[in-house]
């Protein structure tokens, strides 16, 4: 019988290989995971304010700054100035951007459905509903309305 106390180290050890295979093929494609996650994001909402972007990826207004310059001056975002509010900006994906994300996307998919087509159907069954139930445990009675994000 496993014990909670061997489940625990087990699925920080998954988490570890997991993020380090994700980070890999998010190399492979061209970008980062936080850049991709950034320019998947204006995949799915469209331009978005900077501070709608933080929002978004739960960071601080500061590395969305920092991510967006470096997006911006390889050509994968534009600013624009923002139609009602003179204050704002608008972050675009640029054609070159959208390609990158698309790639990444394609990346990341491809690397999930390699590794968990290993196990059979009744076993990524019992593991969603197991990862379900621990997720729901963690979260509380709070649940955040933006869990279901877009997933193109």
């Not at 970008?31 to 900077?50: D, E, S």
């Not at 990524?124 to 139930?133: C, E, F, G, N």
């Amino acid at each position: 019988m496993v014990t909670p106390q061997e489940l625990a180290p087990l699925m920080a050890e998954f988490g570890k290989a997991f993020t380090r295979k994700i980070f890999s093929e998010m190399g492979r494609a061209g970008t980062t995971p936080a850049r991709a996650k950034l320019l998947m994001t204006l995949q799915c909402h469209g331009g978005c304010k900077m501070t709608d972007i933080s929002s978004h990826l739960e960071v601080t207004p500061r590395s969305v700054t920092k991510l967006v310059d470096g997006l911006e001056n390889e050509g994968l975002v534009i600013r624009e100035p923002h139609p009602h509010d003179r204050r704002a900006t608008i972050i675009r994906l640029t054609p070159e951007g959208v390609l990158v994300s698309k790639e990444s996307m394609l990346a990341n998919n491809a690397t999930v459905t390699e590794l968990f087509e290993q196990l059979p159907p009744v076993d990524r069954q019992h593991m969603a509903r197991i990862l379900r139930k621990l997720i729901e445990k963690l979260a509380g009675p709070a649940q955040d309305a933006d869990s279901e994000t877009c997933r193109k």
